[in-house]
């Protein structure tokens, strides 16, 4: 009996784990087959390939922004398991409007499908919260990060790779892992949140401002937030305009970009998955936190200053202990919220990614653009940005988390 209990776990976890991963490969994928594929819609805009990426950027962004506070609430009240199945399908059928769109904007409409399903996000990380201990969270939040990580950096990679052959066939690969993984958690999934512990539902707090205000007022909660914040717009440089800087900057195939891609995602696993847990008992989470903000700084220090691939492909792994960062800090702030409130947290957290999500593709892309086609031709100045915020969120994270201070 404990063998299938714990069989079954297993599988409930492969399922969110899976989850996490399309949901975050949702947001780069098409960055690499985009301009191309603009190429065979006559009615699509005039835009630059940089201003296309960030239009496409910021759509994912707005529907995680507007969605990821519902899905957390409706999973508070509802329980997990609907929630992160239905996500599931919508996600399937968002890729297949856009591997079949006739035009620029179905290919819009199923990328707006695609932002407002992967909100799911939110909802997976309070399953973990549920299911697991207090002291647990941060090696489950760590290995939730893995999937994340994998799937920001691996969407590229795969439209690059999948896309040099056929620009929709990667649409089309999606949409099959959404709907098998789909199928999957209907067999295996278990609900996580027990009625005793379910929140009423509420139209104040499933919206962008009410979600926010939740960690405004939470003054425990609220500085992490703010690191995680910065954290998330700083990372969203290598998915919305890594291709494009590694096509420009060194003139690499569509291949050798995936490849890349794919390297930073695999040394982002690796880190997440495997290190994470021993850095956390060595050093403690306030230390692991820290290392990951400066080991992120300096590496898309080195990003921005490498005047060749090979300099850039030796600060990969350096990037990778960036992956330390986030578990840790929200592991930090899941043990000052209450079980009925996780899935608010955790909706809470999305939305603010979801505001940089908003804002950082239109912001990076813009830099980009003005780096290398403007007067001003520094191709790196958009790793400078994001090295330069990653400083700021290690000095806040410093600060808040200091010993004694109640404000982190």
């Known amino acids: 009996m404990t063998d299938d209990k714990g069989t079954n776990q297993t599988a409930a976890f492969l399922f969110v784990y899976v989850t996490v991963l399309l949901d975050a490969l949702s947001l780069g994928i098409v960055f690499p087959v985009l301009p191309n594929l603009m190429t065979e819609f006559a009615s699509a805009p005039a835009f630059s390939a940089p201003h296309v990426v960030g239009l496409f950027g910021t759509v994912w962004g707005l529907m995680q922004l507007l969605f990821s506070p519902v899905q957390s609430v409706l999973s508070d009240h509802f329980g997990r398991r609907p929630l992160l199945l239905i996500s599931n399908i919508s996600l399937g059928l968002g890729y297949i ?49 893995v999937a994340m990580a994998a799937g920001t950096l691996f969407g590229p990679a795969l439209g690059a790779l999948l896309g040099s052959d056929d620009l929709r066939l990667p649409f089309w690969i999606a949409a099959g892992l959404s709907l098998a993984n789909g199928i999957f958690g209907f067999l295996v999934l278990p609900e996580s949140l027990a009625r005793q512990q379910r929140a ?14 939740f960690l405004v007022q939470r003054p425990e909660v609220r500085g992490l937030a703010m690191v995680n914040f910065l954290n998330n717009f700083s990372s969203l440089a290598l998915p919305n305009i890594g291709a494009l800087y590694m096509l420009y900057r060194y003139d690499w195939s569509g291949r050798m970009v995936g490849f890349a891609m794919a390297g930073i995602a695999l040394s982002l696993m690796v880190v997440q998955g495997g290190l994470i847990g021993p850095a956390v008992k060595r050093f403690g989470e306030r230390a692991t936190l820290l290392i990951g903000l400066s080991c992120g700084a300096v590496a898309f220090a080195v990003f921005a200053l490498a005047g060749s691939g090979a300099i850039f492909l030796a600060a ?29 947290l955790q909706g809470a957290h999305s939305t603010l990614l979801g505001v940089s999500s908003l804002l950082a593709p239109a912001v990076l892309t ?21 090295a330069l915020i990653l400083t700021l969120a290690l000095l806040i994270a410093w600060r808040t988390t200091r010993p004694g201070n109640q404000s982190c």
């Open 97 to 145: 409007l856009m591997a079949s769109a006739p035009g620029f904007h179905w290919l819009l409409a199923g990328r707006a499908i695609c932002g407002m399903s992967s909100a799911s996000i939110s909802t997976a990380f309070a399953y973990r919260s549920d299911v697991l201990p207090v002291e647990r969270r941060t090696d489950g939040f760590g290995v939730l990060g």
């Open 200 to 213: 009423p539902f509420s139209w104040q707090r499933a919206n962008p401002y009410g979600s926010l205000r």
């Open 316 to 344: 990969i792994p350096l990037l990778a202990f960036r992956g330390f960062a986030s578990p840790a800090s929200l592991a930090f702030m899941s043990r000052r919220v209450p079980p009925a409130e996780q899935g608010l």
């Open 366 to 386: 813009h830099i980009f653009s003005v780096s290398t086609e403007g007067q001003l031709h520094f191709p790196g100045a958009t790793f400078t940005l994001a």
